[in-house]
């Protein structure tokens, strides 16, 4: 199979907050895990991101008076990460006051499912059961990924 170079992976996925002390410390709850970097490094940030997953990918969060000019509403495209337990995930992310933008779907008969919600800041935080992410990795860690 020929992959292509263009978009090699996930970088970061950016969202915006009008409270970043808020949104770090709600994030930190629901990761587990506190932002490991913030800028700039001392005073009130502009930008903190979390270092996340298999991959270390990074989810970041930006001031919201850092936003394009407009009306920032939830939509436009919907980043997934994948989840080990979509239902777990799913109720533990409503019951920290995020509120749902697209309830647990199975998207086909090959196991792959979404949901998708509102964080307390308007973000939509996509997440996905996604069966090819788990074979991916097993092969990656198994040397056979290419192969």
């Given at each position: 199979m020929k992959t292509s170079s263009t978009l090699r992976g996930l970088a970061t996925s950016c969202f915006y907050a009008d409270d970043l002390a808020a949104a770090r410390a709600w994030y930190a709850e629901f990761l587990?895990?506190?932002a490991y970097f913030a800028f700039p490094r001392t005073g009130e940030p502009a930008y903190i991101e979390f270092r996340l997953g298999d991959y270390q990918h990074e989810l970041g969060f930006i001031d919201s008076r850092y936003a394009p000019q407009g009306k920032r509403e939830?939509?436009?495209a919907i980043t997934y990460w994948h989840v080990?337990?979509?239902e777990a995930t799913y109720a533990r992310l409503l019951d920290l006051g995020a509120t749902t933008f697209e309830p647990i779907m199975p998207r086909?008969?090959?196991g792959f499912?979404?949901?998708s919600v509102v964080d307390p800041f308007g973000n939509v935080l996509g997440i996905m059961y996604n069966p090819?992410?788990?074979d991916m990795l097993a092969a990656i860690q198994s040397g056979t990924?290419?192969?």
């Open positions: 587990g895990v506190d939830p939509g436009g080990d337990d979509i086909s008969d090959s499912i979404t949901a090819h992410y788990l990924a290419g192969a």
